[in-house]
Nanobody, 124 residues
Framework: QVQLAESGGGMVQAGDSLRLSCAAS????????MGWFRQAPGKEREFVAA????????VYAESVEGRFTISRDNAKGTMYLQMNSLKPEDTAVYYC?????????????????WGQGTQVTVSS
């Protein structure tokens, strides 16, 4: 069983930056593909970014490409999401997730474990 804990959310203004963290425990972090997802009120949970086991590769949703950067520290068992140039449409609860077996292109249902989420609110 893997436990995930997100942190770093908050309320910011458009154009500001935030850095989210996701601390994992109870598993072998370095063997997992890791992903960030988000869910805005009244909308489905959507993919944001994913990073490979060794951090060599990553993928982003088109809506965040060039503004968000995903990274990980396998020694610390932690993943990060640096969010720059935030927009009001980035407002959502952000979740980190573990993919035990799969690739960066795997869809949301394939992810095995999820955190509780952290709220990000961007005002205009």
């Amino acid at each position: 069983q893997v436990q995930l804990a997100e942190s770093g959310g908050g309320m910011v203004q458009a154009g500001d930056s935030l850095r989210l963290s996701c601390a994992a425990s109870g598993g072998t972090f370095s063997t997992y593909v890791m992903g960030w997802f988000r869910q805005a009120p009244g909308k489905e949970r959507e993919f944001v970014a994913a990073i490979s086991r060794t951090a060599v590769s990553n993928v982003y949703a088109e809506s965040v490409e060039g503004r968000f950067t995903i990274s990980r520290d396998n020694a610390k068992g932690t993943m990060y999401l640096q969010m720059n140039s935030l927009k009001p449409e980035d407002t959502a609860v952000y979740y980190c997730a573990v993919l035990k077996a799969g690739s960066l292109g795997s869809s949301r249902p394939a992810y095995d474990y999820w955190g509780q989420g952290t709220q990000v609110t961007v005002s205009s």
